[in-house]
């Protein structure tokens, strides 16, 4: 099983950026263990705070992975080219937030891709990731 993890704008700085609301492990950290949990996957990663970049890999790998997890960060509430690449490929495409964005500020609360993926999981911090990863083996 292929699954590829794309991260957007900001979460490069996962562990130094708002630690508050997104935890103080980096996401090269969590990858690690993710991996060790789920040997027989082979997990891949890419992250961009560019969003042409965003979509360029969603076409890159969605005809061919076996799911794609996004965390298009604040592009979630803006990008409808997103929603497009996602609209665009064969490979389902599981939405993830860290923070629970419906606790957070109004604009968070409306997600331009939710509706162009299979499900979301939010709010669960880093965890999100594995329950997405979860949800694809189901699947
Ligand atoms: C985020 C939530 C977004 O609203 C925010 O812009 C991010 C991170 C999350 O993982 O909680 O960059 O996607």
């Known amino acids: 099983m292929k699954i590829q993890i794309i991260n957007g704008p900001n979460l490069n700085l996962l562990g130094k950026r708002e630690p508050g609301v997104y935890g103080a492990t980096s996401f090269e950290d969590y990858l690690k263990d993710l991996r060790s949990r789920y040997a027989d996957i082979q997990l891949d990663y890419y992250q961009s705070n560019v969003e042409g970049e965003l979509i360029n890999k969603i076409h890159e790998v969605g005809f061919d992975y076996d799911g794609i997890i996004l965390n298009a960060g604040a592009y979630t509430h803006t990008s409808i080219a997103l929603q497009d690449a996602i609209r665009a ?39 999100s990731y594995r329950l997405a990863v979860e949800s694809l083996i189901n699947q």
């Open 89 to 127: 490929v064969k490979t389902s495409v599981i939405e993830v937030h860290i923070s629970n964005v419906h606790k957070r500020e109004e604009f968070r609360h409306r997600s331009m891709i939710s509706c162009a993926c299979v499900g979301v999981i939010c709010g669960f911090g880093m965890d």
